[in-house]
């Protein structure tokens, strides 16, 4: 079967362009092609590799269940075995990869919230030939490091676009809710906030893994400062915390978050949840598959140096009731 069409759907601005569409079976009898000609066929779904998907994550993160659906789904898509798993110990992480590399994989797909302590085991993936890309955090060390691309977002980016929002709701001192320590990327987000919201920025660090500490902190910190008046969480379960959190207070402060869950949306359609930066993390899952397949099949590389972004886009009111049903299904 010919792939050809899958891919363009995939890839959408990444064009492979030369692809006729015209023609069917009444010109191909009038004027047939000589054998010499006819267009080459993309690679066969079959023996599509065996690829490692490596996270940060604690497993049950409803965030990173959406990126291993799309993981998954791009395996099965393209005859490929994908095994998925995930740690938030940077350590066992790194061992994770270790693992691959000596299974000898065909790609491994990794994010990098501590980019360091990743480092020797990346280099060794690279050393033995292991194509690797990069996904969701460490953008800046991803091409330092010897990956093919990275897929994801800029958070310093997303993070500017979430203040700009906020800044226009009225949100004059902000709480930013860290609820991984030594994530670069979560800092980088309030970062970005801080830059264009033009009021303060205050740092809390939470147990992400823990809603009941994440609950207990949000509400005394906004109860001992009734100056905050908004929230930003960085992830859907402290967003969800975070909306009880202030409800208990009796605070009026408002409330956004990056990343989606069913319960955000939903939170987001009731007006309790001002809006979601949203990465579309499926892609992050499905992306990364779909061009290890191609650099395996087709020696493909993706991006040409630079970063593939699946974000950031924004989930408000307007459009939330649109990306709820997708959300509840697990590919938003």
Same mark, same amino acid.
């Not at 959408?12 to 015209?22: D, I, N, Q, V, Y």
């Not at 929002?165 to 994530?183: D, M, P, Y």
């Given at each position: 079967?010919? $792939?050809?069409?899958?891919?363009?759907?995939?890839?959408?601005?990444?064009?492979?362009?030369?692809?006729?569409?015209?023609?069917?079976?009444?010109?191909?009898?009038?004027?047939?092609?000589?054998?010499?000609?006819?267009?080459?066929?993309?690679?066969?779904?079959?023996?599509?590799?065996?690829?490692?998907?490596?996270?940060?994550?604690?497993?049950?993160?409803?965030?990173?269940?959406?990126?291993?659906?799309?993981?998954? /789904?791009?395996?099965?898509?393209?005859? /490929?075995?994908?095994?998925?798993?995930?740690?938030?110990?940077?350590?066992?992480?790194?061992?994770?990869?270790?693992?691959?590399?000596?299974?000898?994989?065909?790609?491994?797909?990794?994010?990098?919230?501590?980019?360091?302590?990743?480092?020797?085991?990346?280099?060794?993936?690279?050393? /033995?030939?292991?194509?690797?890309?990069?996904?969701?955090?460490?953008?800046?060390?991803?091409?330092?490091?010897?990956?093919?691309?990275?897929?994801?977002?800029?958070?310093?980016?997303?993070?500017?676009?979430?203040?700009?929002?906020?800044?226009?709701?009225?949100?004059?001192?902000?709480?930013?809710?860290?609820?991984?320590?030594?994530?670069?990327?979560?800092?980088?987000?309030?970062?970005?906030?801080?830059?264009?919201?033009?009021?303060?920025?205050?740092?809390?660090?939470?147990?992400?893994?823990?809603?009941?500490?994440?609950?207990?902190?949000?509400?005394?910190?906004?109860?001992?400062?009734?100056?905050?008046?908004?929230?930003?969480?960085?992830?859907?379960?402290?967003?969800?915390?975070? $909306?009880?959190?202030?409800?208990?207070?009796?605070?009026?402060?408002?409330? /956004?978050?990056?990343?989606?869950?069913?319960?955000?949306?939903?939170?987001?359609?009731?007006?309790?949840?001002?809006?979601?930066?949203?990465?579309?993390?499926?892609?992050?899952?499905?992306?990364?598959?779909?061009?290890?397949?191609?650099?395996?099949?087709?020696?493909?590389?993706?991006?040409?140096?630079?970063?593939?972004?699946?974000?950031?886009?924004?989930?408000?009111?307007?459009?939330?009731?649109?990306?709820?049903?997708?959300?509840?299904?697990?590919?938003?």
């Amino acid at each position: 079967m010919n $792939r050809t069409p899958i891919v363009l759907a995939l890839l959408g601005a990444l064009t492979l362009t030369g692809c006729s569409a015209g023609g069917g079976q009444e010109a191909a009898a009038t004027a047939p092609a000589p054998a010499s000609a006819a267009p080459p066929s993309a690679p066969a779904p079959t023996g599509g590799g065996n690829f490692a998907v490596i996270t940060h994550a604690a497993p049950g993160d409803a965030f990173w269940d959406v990126v291993k659906n799309g993981a998954e /789904a791009a395996g099965k898509q393209y005859g /490929a075995t994908v095994t998925y798993q995930g740690d938030g110990d940077a350590g066992k992480q790194s061992q994770l990869i270790d693992q691959a590399v000596s299974q000898k994989v065909d790609g491994i797909v990794v994010s990098m919230a501590n980019p360091d302590a990743l480092k020797e085991s990346i280099g060794k993936a690279v050393a /033995a030939k292991i194509p690797v890309i990069t996904i969701n955090s460490g953008l800046d060390r991803s091409k330092e490091f010897g990956a093919l691309t990275h897929v994801g977002q800029s958070e310093d980016v997303a993070g500017r676009g979430a203040g700009e929002q906020l800044k226009a709701a009225g949100v004059t001192k902000l709480l930013c809710v860290i609820h991984e320590a030594g994530n670069v990327g979560l800092d980088q987000r309030c970062k970005g906030a801080e830059a264009t919201l033009g009021g303060s920025v205050e740092r809390l660090q939470v147990d992400g893994s823990n809603q009941a500490d994440v609950s207990s902190k949000v509400t005394a910190r906004v109860q001992a400062d009734q100056s905050i008046n908004g929230v930003l969480a960085l992830n859907p379960g402290v967003a969800v915390a975070a $909306r009880d959190a202030l409800k208990d207070a009796g605070s009026q402060a408002k409330l /956004a978050t990056f990343d989606l869950s069913g319960d955000v949306v939903t939170a987001i359609k009731d007006g309790e949840i001002l809006f979601a930066v949203d990465q579309q993390q499926y892609l992050q899952g499905y992306l990364p598959i779909t061009f290890l397949y191609l650099y395996k099949t087709n020696l493909n590389t993706v991006g040409g140096g630079l970063p593939v972004n699946t974000g950031p886009g924004f989930v408000t009111k307007d459009n939330a009731e649109q990306v709820a049903k997708l959300a509840e299904s697990g590919t938003r």
